[in-house]
């Protein structure tokens, strides 16, 4: 839908505002816009990053060209205004690539507007400017605001053509809304579930999908969202993990290789999604449950900090082959996990009871004392299961 202009010759609030209040108001702006800010924030915390975060010079220079073109209108009434409308129409974009509704910028620019008549009143008093000024003022001040609005709404009706209306694209638009860390508001979120038809449940479980997993979509439950087109394709489950839903997910995950995060609150989502992606790369099965390797969870969260440990607690095998320092570790770990005899150890890693006593007496020459202190003994056992799981550590010498 193009947006209206002004026909020459037409009528216009503009038309009533002096040119020369234009000159009064320039001095005024860069005030004007970090009030506009900060009183937008205030009142709507969901644009606190918009206005705070890495991108907050691109959305101020917006909103200040916005607030500059104004009044360059009131200099010259055809002054152009397509920068501005392509800025404005991108912020309507942005809501809908958001997953928001338009009620959230259309309430932002009321507050800006607000916030430019309390300054020109203030304006108004320093220079004398009569009553009648001021009322044209504000005419054309909410005129102007109605315009950007259309704008935006141009905008944001475009971007929803394009992600198209079926259920799976809201779906997918409201999960990633929920993964994306923005602290988004309840409300927010419960009007993009209710426009996708799924009840905002308070407990979700993340499944993290190997690169190019394709589930089988007719057998998933259908309150299941998916973004199966990131380069980290990924599912939601909401409320607990049932026994009925396990077995769900394991036959719609049949021939996939798959990593189930832990249930968490649903602000809690995207940490969900990170442990199973932390696992996902040590998955044998076709489905690893992160609850089953809440420890390996843990030791996998700083691999350069185990390799560390590793250096320190391994060194007194750091000399050996790669070979003779392989059967020494298994050796290690089946002890120290067990703390069975030789014979038994020796059925455990399928080799002759003499050997095993062998490794034995090399291994408490090499560690000494180190395998009778607690702490050591812990941390030693710590580097070999995260080694079982990650791989053999390499020697360090």
Known sequence: MATPRRVPGSSS???????ELAAV?????????KEMAAEIVATIPEYRELLEGPAARVIRVGIEQNIATFVDQVAAPTATTSLRDEICRRFG?????????????????RIGCQVALRRVRAVGRRHNLS????????????????????????????????????????????????????????????????????????????VALAPGARPHRGVLDRDVLLDLSDREPHLLLPG?????????????????RAAVGLTTPLD?????????????????????????HLVHLWLLSDPALLHQLDRHYLAPLA???????????????????????????????????????????????????????????FAIEIVLRAAALTGPPPPTR
């Open 268 to 292: 809690g989502a995207a940490d969900s999604l990170r442990w199973a992606r932390r696992l996902l790369p040590y998955t044998t099965g076709p489905l690893t449950y992160c609850q089953d």
């Open 240 to 256: 607990p993990l049932t026994p009925a839903r396990r077995e769900g997910l394991t036959a719609a995950l049949a021939g996939c």
């Open 131 to 206: 009553a009648t000024v001021l009322m044209a003022f504000a005419d054309a001040l909410f005129a102007y605001m109605g315009e950007i609005a259309e704008l935006s709404r141009e905008g944001y009706l475009q971007a929803m053509a394009e992600l198209g209306e079926e259920p799976d694209n809201r779906r997918r638009r409201l999960l990633r809304r929920i993964l994306s860390g923005t602290g988004a508001a309840r409300t927010a979120l419960t009007e993009l579930a209710d426009h996708a038809a799924w009840p905002l449940p308070d407990q979700v479980t993340l």
């Open 319 to 377: 000399a050996l082959t790669p070979t003779r320092r392989s059967r020494l570790l298994d050796t290690l770990r089946a002890w120290l996990t067990t703390r069975a005899n030789a014979p038994e150890l020796a059925d455990q890693l399928g080799v002759h009871p003499q050997t095993v006593r062998y490794r034995l007496r090399v291994l408490d020459r090499a560690f000494g004392d180190r395998l009778a202190d607690p702490e050591s003994r």
């Open 93 to 109: 974009r942005h809501e809908a690539l958001e997953g928001r509704s338009l009620d959230m910028l259309q309430d932002a620019y």
């Open 25 to 33: 108001m320039r001095p005024e702006l860069p005030g004007l816009l």
């Open 13 to 19: 609030p503009l038309d009533q505002v002096p040119r």
